[in-house]
Nanobody, 115 residues
Framework: QVQLVESGGGLVQAGGSLRLSCAAS????????MGWYRQAPGKQRELVAR???????NYADFAKGRFTISRDNAKNTMYLQMNNLKPEDTAVYYC?????????WGQGTQVTVSS
């Protein structure tokens, strides 16, 4: 089983940057999908970025050119680098890993972008 803990959220001005981390307690080497989602007040949870097992990545339109998803196998950690943040990026950000036989969610980290 895998447990996920997000960190790195906080308050930042528009145009600033944050790097979110998702530390896994178990091995995340073998996975189908690995990614970040976010949920803003009054909105449904939406995909931000995702890594697929074949090495390809997907980004939401709002994230393209600003956000980068990555992973560090040695540290068993997934990251989301967010640059040029906008007020509309304000949300709770969740990491998610879909393993071969199960999937796991972190508890979320709050990102607030001031104008």
């Amino acid at each position: 089983q895998v447990q996920l803990v997000e960190s790195g959220g906080g308050l930042v001005q528009a145009g600033g940057s944050l790097r979110l981390s998702c530390a896994a307690s178990g091995s995340i080497l073998r996975f189908n999908f690995m990614g970040w989602y976010r949920q803003a007040p009054g909105k449904q949870r939406e995909l931000v970025a995702r890594i697929i097992s074949d090495g390809s990545t997907n980004y939401a339109d709002f994230a393209k050119g600003r956000f980068t998803i990555s992973r560090d196998n040695a540290k068993n950690t997934m990251y989301l680098q967010m640059n040029n943040l906008k007020p509309e990026d304000t949300a709770v950000y969740y990491c998610h890993i879909w393993m071969i036989s199960s999937d796991y969610w972190g508890q979320g980290t709050q990102v607030t972008v001031s104008s």
